[in-house]
């Protein structure tokens, strides 16, 4: 993979610009998408952003969420985009496994293709890029990439809330280790540009719904088990509990989080029972590395302190199996 710095050049003339992002996209995803897509327009670029499926519900304020095609429901739409584009941008994974159904067309795509991401190691696909697992989020390397062309001067709000909304989620509200000093700078340049920090803060996370509050309430007394000696939680969610309160896309976003808060507890998990695939997703505090855990025990990865993975052995077997391992390790 070429240094991003060389597909500058490719970016000199009007293009079509095909972008996309993961499979079930969260803040990062999804800001980095939209926040790429409103500068390469601001360039002269058509572009055209592909979710693989449909993103969460507290993201639809997002500037541009309107015109996002969701390849699930607009399959011939979106391979048309990707067919006639000249251009491909690929933000925030590293496998084009992430994107579940668009994988196979996305590498049988010949256009040069360029990726965006902060995650680790990723597969020899692409033919320029920006990697840097240092990154709080891909956000803030789009943020880089717009600075890296010198064009900090076009960054508008539209483009400051989709970048903000990626940091902000990816970093935990900025109390993560991965908030460097240049995460709260590029926040002040984005304030700079006209970015109302609390009216984002506010959508992404005083926006529930009611049945999502009671939802959370089931889930911290009736889902989540503690294992002090190994200073893990666990928290389990069947398809069936999904359905008693009609969880939507989105509902269970941060739930890993919350046994964090726990004193003394270091290793979260959230295993989700889904139609296709049993998920997992690991959050830790300190020295233990989920990523290495997640690639180690469930064909996953991720950051540090934050990463997935999945099972194909069914929802309670793969709790049986979780538990077995947490009982030979000490977070």
């Not at 050049?9 to 996209?25: A, E, S």
């Not at 049988?108 to 840097?132: C, E, F, R």
């Not at 398809?239 to 309160?245: S, V």
């Amino acid at each position: 993979m070429r240094p991003i710095q060389e597909a500058f050049p490719l970016l000199g003339t009007p293009k079509k610009v095909f972008i996309t992002t993961h499979h079930k996209p969260d803040g990062d995803a999804i800001g980095s998408m939209l926040g790429l897509a409103h500068y390469l327009v601001k360039l002269g670029h058509y572009v055209t952003a592909v979710s693989p499926c449909e993103a969460p519900d507290f993201l639809e304020w997002v500037p541009g969420m309107q015109n996002v095609l969701n390849y699930e429901e607009n399959t011939q739409q979106s391979l048309d985009a990707l067919a006639e584009c000249d251009l491909i941008f690929c933000v925030d994974f590293n496998d084009y496994s992430r994107t579940k159904t668009l994988e196979t067309p996305l590498a049988n795509a010949t256009q040069p293709k360029v990726l965006i991401d902060h995650h680790l190691m990723p597969k020899p696909y692409w033919d320029y890029g920006m990697s840097v697992p240092e990154k709080s989020s891909t956000c803030e390397m789009v943020y880089d990439f717009i600075n890296l062309m010198d064009n900090n001067h076009l960054i508008d709000v539209d483009i400051a809330e989709c970048l903000y909304t990626g940091v902000l989620t990816d970093t935990g509200s900025f109390r993560f280790p991965v908030t460097t000093a240049d995460v709260h700078r590029m926040i002040a340049n984005l304030k700079d540009h006209g970015l109302e920090h609390s009216k984002i803060h506010e959508l992404i996370y005083d926006s529930w719904s009611e049945t999502r509050m009671r939802f959370l309430g089931y889930v911290l007394i009736e889902k989540m088990e503690v294992f002090h000696k190994q200073k893990a939680a666990l928290i389990t969610l069947s398809k069936e509990d999904m359905k008693l309160f009609n969880v939507q896309s989105g509902d269970s976003e941060g739930l890993v989080n919350y046994p964090l808060s726990i004193g003394n507890i270091k290793f979260a998990t959230l295993i989700t029972e889904r139609s296709d695939e049993v998920k997992l997703s690991f959050r830790s505090k300190g020295e233990f590395d989920v990523s290495t855990f997640a690639r180690t025990y469930f064909e996953g990865g991720g950051h540090f302190n934050a990463s997935g993975g999945r099972s194909k052995l069914s929802f309670k077997e793969t709790i049986t199996y979780f538990k077995k391992i947490l009982s030979d390790i000490h977070p």
